[in-house]
C-alpha cells in the first residue's frame, strides 16, 4: 500500500480520498480551507495537513486536483514542497490545468528529482465511485507505472499519451465536446419549451434519439432540477473554455464553435450564474429568451 498525498479536497479530491482509503492507502489531505481538509480525513481515517509541505512530505505518491492553473503552480512550485518532497516521488496533477502549466511541472519538479505525471480526467464523483475514472497520462514514464496501480483504486483505464503537456491537450479536446454539448443540449431544450413542448419530455426524446451521448444522459437531473447539486459550475467551465480557446489558437487550430459557447458561459457567469452547474446555461438561455 501507498502513503498518498491529496492536495485539493473539493468534489473530486474528496472522492479520490475515499476511494484510496476504501483500497487500503494512506491519505494525507490538504485543503486551503483546513476545515474542509479536517472534515473529509475524518471521514475517511486519512490525515490532514496544516500545509501543503506537510502534506507531501514521505509521500509516494501526491496527487494535485486543484481549480485552476496558476493555484496549481503556485502550490506545487512553492519552495517549501520542493523541498520537502523525497527523490523520485511521483507528483500527479489530475486537473485540468493548461498544457503550459503541465510542461512548467514537468521541467521544474525533474530538476528536484520528482518524477511528474501529467493526468487530467474524464469523469466525475459517480464515475470516480463506480471505480469508471479515465485518465488522460503523460509525463514521466516511470512515474506513470508507480502511479497506474495506485490510481487504479478509482481508475477504469490509464492512457498514456506522450510527453507531459499531451494529458492536458487531450483533455481540452475532451471538454471541448463536453462543454459544446451542453451549450447545444441547452439551446435544443430553450427552443422545444419556445414551442410548449415540457422540458422533461424533450429530454426524454433526445434520450431516445441519436443524440443520446452519455454525457446527456447523467446530465438530465441538472438540466432539469435547478437543486440537484453542482457537479461542474459555470464558472469552471468558463476556465476550461479559455484554455480551450487559447491552446487552439497557440496551435493555429479554428476553434470558431467552443468561442461562441465560451461568450455564452461568460454571459451567464456575468448574470450571476457561475456558481450554478454547467446545466444552468439552460435556465440562462431560457430567461434571455423570455426577456
Known sequence: ?????????GRMGT???GKLAE???????????????????????????AS??????????VISMLAAGEVTQTVL???????????????????????????????????????????????????????????????DEEGIRAAEPILMAFAKRVVHLGPAGAGQAMKLAVNLVVHTLNA????????????GVDPAVAYDIFLDSVVAAPFVAYKRQAFLDS??????????????????TDFAE?????????EAVREQVAAACAAGRGEEDMAALARYLGDSARR
Do not use: Y
Not at 487500503?24 to 490532514?48: E, F, I, M, P
Open 1 to 9: 500500500m501507498a502513503d498518498v498525498a491529496i492536495l485539493g479536497v
Open 15 to 17: 472522492a479520490m480520498a
Open 23 to 49: 483500497a487500503g492507502h494512506a491519505v494525507t489531505l490538504w485543503n486551503r480551507t483546513g476545515a474542509a481538509a479536517a472534515a473529509v480525513a475524518a471521514d475517511v481515517g486519512g490525515t490532514a495537513s
Open 52 to 61: 501543503p509541505a506537510e502534506a507531501v512530505a514521505g509521500a509516494d505518491l
Open 77 to 139: 512550485l512553492d519552495v517549501d514542497l520542493l523541498a520537502a518532497l523525497r527523490p523520485g516521488t511521483v507528483v500527479c496533477d489530475m486537473a485540468t490545468s493548461g498544457v503550459d502549466t503541465a510542461r512548467t511541472l514537468a521541467e521544474v519538479l525533474a530538476a528536484r528529482g520528482a518524477r511528474f505525471v501529467d493526468a487530467p480526467v474524464s469523469g466525475s464523483v459517480p464515475t470516480i465511485a463506480a471505480g469508471q475514472l479515465l485518465v488522460m497520462a503523460s509525463g
Open 184 to 195: 447545444a443540449v441547452s439551446e435544443a431544450l430553450t427552443l422545444a419549451a419556445s414551442a
Open 227 to 244: 437543486d440537484t447539486p453542482v457537479a461542474m459550475s459555470l464558472a469552471l467551465t468558463d476556465k476550461d473554455l479559455r484554455l480551450i
Open 250 to 258: 497557440a496551435q493555429g487550430v479554428p476553434a470558431l464553435v467552443v
